[in-house]
């Protein structure tokens, strides 16, 4: 008989949910790059991608229940998501103008605000550290923080009201 999976540790299971994070902003980039469907994105992730040895790096494994649920609320609530990304940018700057990747995280990070218990601070600073990820020497993870918080508020106005 087998041994049952462990239960991850409170730290391991963070971690696995910010690499789910990370993972859902590759995969809907890649699926808006490469005019591909869910689905398919989410299966070549989750055989090829997530898991896998490059250059001596091994990615790492993720909430793949999170992974996934990321992925199907940012797409069913992609228009929920890009109305409340477009009211956080500037007028010049439509949805459609900035960076895919930026496009793809704002879409991640929107899903979990919309479709998620997740904090919305926690959810501004996983996504935060994502931006960081992908830009360790921009300034974009100060304009994903701006976006997000001005999504968040609009997402969620509870959780930023005074408790007093």
């Known amino acids: 008989m087998a041994d049952a999976p462990k239960k991850p540790t409170a730290a391991q299971a963070r971690r696995m ?3 789910a994070r990370f993972y859902a902003v590759q995969a809907l980039f890649q699926m808006e790059a490469a005019d591909q469907g869910a689905e398919d994105v989410m299966d070549e992730f989750e055989a090829h991608r997530i898991g896998a040895k490059i250059d001596g790096e ?45 496009r793809a995280l704002f879409r991640a990070a929107g899903a979990e605000l919309v479709s998620t218990d997740t904090p919305p601070r926690v959810t501004i600073n996983e996504y935060v550290d994502v931006a960081k990820a ?31």
Do not use: C
Request: glycine share 2%; hydrophobic share 45%.
């Open 58 to 102: 091994t990615f790492a494994e993720p909430d793949r229940p999170h992974f996934r649920a990321l992925l199907a609320a940012a797409v069913e609530k992609q228009a929920v998501i890009d109305q409340l990304t477009h009211k956080a940018l500037v007028e010049r700057w439509p949805i459609d103008r900035i960076d895919p990747t930026l």
């Open 17 to 19: 949910r910010s690499a």
């Open 134 to 164: 992908f830009y360790p020497s921009g300034k974009e993870s100060k304009f994903v923080n701006a976006v997000l918080d001005h999504m968040a508020r609009a997402a969620r106005p509870d959780a930023f009201k005074d408790p007093s």
